[in-house]
């Protein structure tokens, strides 16, 4: 598996189109498209493309028809869709590893846009795509989409908001503003834990307001989306976890947005070790450990700079990854990688910054909705932004491949193949049988051609031949799967005739 996003907006103002289906097997899916400008080189990293895109907040936007996760190849090709497998709004979506196991794992619950936050829980699923566990953090309380850290196969890092009652006069507000969000993470409690995914155990809590003042917010009080503080749903989020990783000595990197700094955290007492950025910061994004010196006075870490916060106060004309060194010899931190954003695209909120296993860096650049893969030199290998479709209808959950076949002039049959998620598969083997004959008759055997394929075959609408199937066969000759036998139609379905708004640009 290569690469993945964390969540990603996708709206613009936009014409409408005609609608037309994308897949005749399946009329009920309508992903984004990957508009590739440019295309994979040969030294991209081997695997998948995994996204959550949604639609974006401004009035008059399009966005997508259908948000959701999705996997797509770089050829811009589908290869499965969330669509009846998650419910709610969906983020934070890649492959992961439980117990010795490689699941997708992916947020599912309820956005609040205009303050930044979101409830619900984290979801496994299995080789078949079907819920293999749901994680929670206790009975009353509902985690964030922004992260999901599996450390060591069995315990996770997940972020979790609580709003306190405390009077925020000391920093500027009113009588009436009594409210604030302490940002934490667990092992399971506060706005950060650490938490076994199988029992649920708290590992690790630490709550922002034990340690960073209210005063670290770097902008004027109330300004940005950190909340008004007048009601306890707006709360006055001045820390803002994104992101949390641990290193191999049981500390914790913890990103927080609105103080624009990443902090280092004792993973015993809680205590800050250090801190990156403040008031210069670049309002970053998913922090990350990368290596330490023996002696532990050189650290490198990367993360996400957004260099912009979500209202006009910009630190950099557009956004960027970046690997830093620290030298807590003398205090000082310098860039030694920089991957700056193509297009100049500027992310006001989200994104991410991967390093692959070859050494290139995979890039999701958040609200501007696009991603980029780099080389270690820094030379773009591939760019692509996210498209919305025309809209799907007639929605349905497909545990097995799906197949459709018309009838078409002079005796020529059109048939539609495809298996949302079957990956395995290198071709398509057709057959022909009857409602009254169980011996099926080989048609032919094609090779995959996406994540639909279309055969076609002579022959008539008849008693003789009227069901048709499609067998999945691997590139070792073995039978993966087997549709349904259909109809053959004697007349195509036409598309839906409704108009509807698709993104050309982000």
Known sequence: MRAFTTFMTVGALVSPITADWQFRSRPDLAPPRLNITIPAADSVEKGFIFVAPYAGFEEGNSGLNQPGAYIFRDDGELVWSSIGYYAGWLANFRPDTWNGQQYLRGFQGLLDGHHGRMFGY???LGSDYEAAKVVRVG???LVSAHEFRLVDGKTALVETPIPR?????????SEDQTWIISAGFQGML????????????????WESLDHVDPNAFPLDFGEGLPGGGRTEADGWNYFHVNSVDKDDEGNYLVS???TAAVFKINGTSGDIIWQLGGFHGGYQHHARFRSRSADGKI???????????STSVKTNPFSRGRIYQLNHTDGTAKALKTYNAPDRLSAHTQGNFQVLP?????INWGQAGAVTEYSNDGDVLFHAYLDSAPEGHLVQSYQEPAIVAFSGKDSVIDVYVSWNGGTEAASWRFSSTSAVEADARLLGEIKRDGFETHFTFSGRVNEDNSLVFAQAVSASGKILGQTRATTISRN????????VQWSEEL
């Open 256 to 258: 927080a947005r609105n």
């Open 492 to 499: 195509e379905l036409s598309p839906p005739s409704t108009s």
């Open 358 to 362: 070859n050494g290139n860096a995979f």
């Open 122 to 124: 984290h979801t496994l």
């Open 165 to 173: 009652p405390v009077s925020l006069k000391p920093w500027g507000g």
């Open 299 to 309: 650290e490198i870490i990367s993360l996400f700079d957004n260099g912009t916060h």
């Open 139 to 141: 009975p009353h309380r």
């Open 190 to 205: 506060t706005e950060v834990v650490e938490i076994d995914i199988e029992t649920g155990e708290i590992i690790f809590e």
